[in-house]
C-alpha cells in the first residue's frame, strides 16, 4: 500500500471529521451546570428559576435561553440577574437574549426566572406538571443538569416519570417534591418531566374529566418493557457483533501485515543491490520520472526541468538567459504539448516567449483561470504518462475484498451503535476506514517501478559530491537528462551544480543548455503563488418536547 495513493482518501477523511456546525462559527463556550427549580403554585402556575453556568473560550456578548409554551399556557414575567444585578433582556419569538458581555476564559453564573401560567393539569385522581424544558433541537450540551419539581405544600402522594433524557432520573424526596438528577446532556435531546401530586394542594383550579395517574403507570410499564427488550436485543448484539468484528478485524489486519510484509520485501531486494553512479535510460520523460520517483506534487521547479527536457529533445531552443524560441511542435507525450501552448501560445508570440513575460502574464488575474487550466492539463497529462507504465499492481480480489469487509464493519458500526455497544461501534468505524483506503489504495509497485525509482534516487543522492570529472564523463544526452533531474527533485542541489554542470556546453551552437535555474525557478514560483492565489450560537427550539413546551440554549 502507497502512502501517496492513500492520502486523497485520508484527507477526505479528516475533512470530513472538521465539518462543523454552525454552531461552532459562532462563540465557543461550554454550560457546565444547570439548574432548574419549578416552584408550583395553588392558583396552577408555576415559577421557574433557572441557573445556569457559562465558560466561555471567546469574547462574547450574552447568552440566550429559548422558551416554547405548551398549548393552553403562557411564560410570563422574564427576567435575568447576576449576582442579583439585573441584566438587560430582549425577546423575538420565544427567544431570550440576556446582555451580559465578557472576554475569554471567563466563567459566570447567570439566574434566570419566569412564571408558567397554567402549568397544571387538574384530574380526579391528581394534579400534574407535564413539561419539556428542553427539546430535540437544541445545540447545546449542559455538563451536569438537575430539574427540581416542588408542590405547594408536602404531598404524600407523589408520583413521577422522566422521559428521554430524564427516563429513570427521578427521586421523590419525604417533602413529595420531585428531583430529576440527569447528569450530562447532550445536544439534540429532548428533556421531558413530569410530576403528578394531590389534586387537593390546587383548589383554584377547576378539575378536569377523568383519570391522569393509570396513563402515567402505562408510560412506565412501556418504558420498563422497552428497556427489557433493548437490554435484550442489545446482550444478543454483543454475542453477534463482537466476535464478528474481532473475527473480521483480524483477517484484515493479517491480510494488510502479509501485503506489507510482500511489499516491503520486494523493496529491500531492490534496494540491497550494489550501486555504481550512473544515468539511466530515458525510459519516461523526466516530468513523469519526477511525478513517479519524487513527488505526485510538482513543484514550479519541475517546469524548469520540463522546459530543458524539451531543450534536450531539441523543440526549444534557449537564446538567452530568460529567452526562448519555438523550434518543433512534434512531441513524445500530450503533456508536452500543452507546455508548449502555455508558454508560447498563451504567454509569448507562437514562436518565442521570455521569462519577463511569464512573469508579467501571470500577474494580471484576467490571466490565472487559463494559466490554472494550462498546468491542471499538464500535470494530468504528467500523471497519466506515469499511469500508462503501469508500476503499479492491479490486485482487483484482494481490494474488492477488502471493499466488502469495509461494507461489512459499516454494517456492524450500525448495528452495534444502535444498542449503544460503543467502544465496539468506534472499533467497527476505525476498521471499515481501514478496510476501504486498503480496497482504493493498494496497488504496491511492480519489481520494475522499484527499480526505476532506486536508481532516479540514488542518482540525484549521488550528484550531491559527485566530481566534475566524473561528471564530464558522462555524454551530453546523460548531462542533460541527469541535470534536468536533479532541478526538478533538489533545488539547492541543481543551484550548487548549476556552473560546473553547465559550463561545458555552448551557448551558440544551436542546442545551449546554460541556464539560471536559480532566475527560471523564482519566476515560475512567482507564477504559481500569484495564481494559487486567486484560485483558492445555540437554536432555541422548536417545542418538540414530548409534554409540549421545549427550548434551548446558546451565547453570541
Known sequence: MTGKKL??????????????????LAVDFEI?????????????????TENFTYQFEDDFEGITRGLIEKTG???ENFSATENDNPLKVETEDGVYKIYRAGEDDETIQVELTYQIVGAIEKFEDGAQFYWSFIDESNESEYGDMTISVIPPAESSSTEALGYDEAYNTEMITNEGSTVFEMGHVPDGENVT????????????????????????????????????IFAQNQQTAKNIGIPV??????LLLAGILLAWLRSAQRKRKINNYPYEFFVPKGSMSIPALLHFTNSIYLSPNVISAAILELMRK?????????HFELIGRNTDHPHEETLIGLLFDQIGDSREFTLEQVEAYTKDEDNHDAYNEAIDKWTKGISAEVKAKEFHEKHPVLRWTAGALSVLFIGLAIYTGIYEIFPWMAASIALA?????????????TFEGHEVRRNWRKLKVAMQELPAEQWNRLTKDEKQRAYAYLLGSDQKTAERKAAVFTSAESQMDGSSFVMNPVFMTAIFVSAGTATSASASGGVPGSGTGIGGGGGGSGAF
Not at 468484528?245 to 483480524?250: H, L, M, N, R, T
Not at 531539441?314 to 530568460?322: A, F, K, T
Open 7 to 24: 492520502l486523497p482518501f485520508l484527507l477526505a477523511s479528516v475533512l470530513m471529521l472538521l465539518v462543523m456546525p454552525a454552531q461552532a
Open 73 to 75: 399556557t403562557t411564560i
Open 193 to 228: 418531566v413530569r410530576a403528578i401530586f394531590e389534586p387537593e394542594l390546587f383548589p383554584a383550579l377547576p378539575q378536569q374529566d377523568g383519570t391522569i395517574r393509570d396513563d402515567l403507570a402505562a408510560d412506565r410499564e412501556q418504558f420498563e418493557n422497552e428497556a427489557a
Open 32 to 48: 457546565t451546570e444547570v439548574r432548574i427549580d419549578a416552584q408550583l403554585n395553588e392558583d396552577g402556575t408555576a415559577d421557574v
Open 433 to 445: 476506514m481501514l478496510a476501504f483506503g486498503f480496497a482504493i489504495g493498494y496497488s504496491p509497485i
Open 245 to 250: 468484528i474481532a473475527i473480521a478485524g483480524a
Open 314 to 322: 531539441g523543440n526549444i531552443r534557449q537564446l538567452s538567459e530568460d
